[in-house]
């Protein structure tokens, strides 16, 4: 599917800038560009390639200063990655085959309701009393239990496992072999020395427009539920606890994991490898650095935090830097001694 760039500007309610009758088939990155692809300039680090690259156009921000001359089509919009995160989309609607149907291998037990427009696909299993909304898509060896409900437009890929009860809201991703409503990690100690388990009797609530990435855990609440607010985005291996509460609209990276009980605030942005122990109260618009451990909470809404134990980012980056000059110290000491 070919378009010219001028229709890709009226899409994005941007500007050209040079020939925007040329046509584009396809995406590529900007240092890889080439004749007939359209890529983006957002990071101020890549801009070198811009003067380069040999994609027919290039969505930058409309108060770039160029340098130089270029050799490629402009088109001159707000925010470049917005912008194009909207054209990828756009495109995947317009070229998306969508399966519709209900495979013959697989098994779905009495009392369950599906909408309009579903499929599902080989080898899944949707246990009794459970309900599937319109236009969901499951794919092949999905299992999900007794009286799970998922709403509309959701997509469910292979192998993941959903437990019994589970609740999921509308326009919901789950990548593959994700685990949503497994026990948390409930044991108490006993007078012998081992470990009795603490039933699990809560559920895992998923509200609207949530993606959950590939091998991503999401406990079920010992009592009541685990939440998961509007516009959650978690990246793949995540680990959240029974009773944890994800603020809506925050953003999780890779190999993280929230202990349980802990309340995550809306818009947060948590990088990978953080832990975060339990029973703490993150306030929104917090920022997270890599592999910070954050062992208190965080009261302030909109810091950024790192380290370990979690601080400020600045007295964190202070620290560091002494750090490294540890050894130069010492034989400044030693001298003086």
């Given at each position: 599917m070919k378009f010219t760039v001028d229709q890709i500007a009226t899409i994005l309610q941007g500007t050209v800038n040079g020939d925007g009758s040329q046509l584009i088939s396809g995406f590529d990155k900007i240092e890889e560009g080439?004749?007939?692809?359209?890529?983006?300039?957002?990071?101020?680090?890549?801009?070198?390639y811009l003067y380069e690259t040999k994609a027919t156009a290039v969505i930058v921000s409309k108060d770039l200063t160029l340098k130089?001359?270029?050799n490629?089509?402009?088109?001159?919009?707000?925010?470049?990655?917005?912008?194009?995160?909207?054209?990828?989309?756009?495109?995947?609607?317009?070229?998306?085959?969508?399966?519709?149907?209900?495979?013959?291998?697989?098994i779905i037990e009495s009392g369950v309701s599906v909408g309009n427009d579903i499929f599902v696909g080989r080898f899944a299993c949707i246990d009794s009393h459970s309900s599937i909304g319109n236009a969901t898509s499951i794919y092949n060896h999905v299992s999900i239990g007794k009286n799970v409900h998922i709403g509309d437009?959701?997509?469910?890929?292979?192998?993941v496992i959903i437990y019994k009860d589970t609740i999921i809201g509308n326009n919901v991703v789950i990548h593959a072999n994700a685990v949503i409503g497994s026990d948390g990690f409930g044991h108490a100690p006993q007078a012998d020395g081992t470990y009795?388990?603490?039933?699990?009797?809560?559920?895992?609530?998923i509200e609207d427009n949530v993606s959950i990435g590939a091998n991503t855990t999401i406990d079920r609440a010992t009592m009541g539920s685990t939440f998961i607010r509007n516009g959650v985005k978690l990246d793949n291996l995540v680990q959240i606890a029974h009773n944890v509460d994800v603020g809506a609209n925050t953003a999780i990276a890779a190999q993280t994991g929230i202990s349980g009980s802990t309340k995550i605030g809306e818009n947060c942005l948590i990088a990978g490898q953080v832990g975060i122990a339990g029973h703490l109260t993150i306030a929104p618009k917090t920022i997270i650095t890599g592999r910070a451990g954050v062992t208190k909470s965080i009261k302030q809404a909109g810091q950024v935090v790192g380290g370990y134990p979690a601080v400020n980012n600045t007295e964190y980056l202070k620290r560091s830097a002494l750090i490294r000059r540890l050894p130069e110290l010492f034989d400044q000491i030693k001298n003086i001694k």
């Open positions: 080439k004749s007939g692809s359209i890529s983006f300039l957002s990071n101020p680090k890549y801009e070198s130089q001359a270029v490629t089509t402009l088109i001159l919009v707000e925010d470049p990655y917005v912008a194009f995160t909207i054209l990828l989309q756009k495109y995947q609607e317009m070229t998306a085959e969508r399966e519709t149907g209900i495979s013959t291998h697989a437009n959701c997509i469910i890929y292979p192998g009795k388990a603490i039933p699990q009797l809560g559920n895992v609530v």
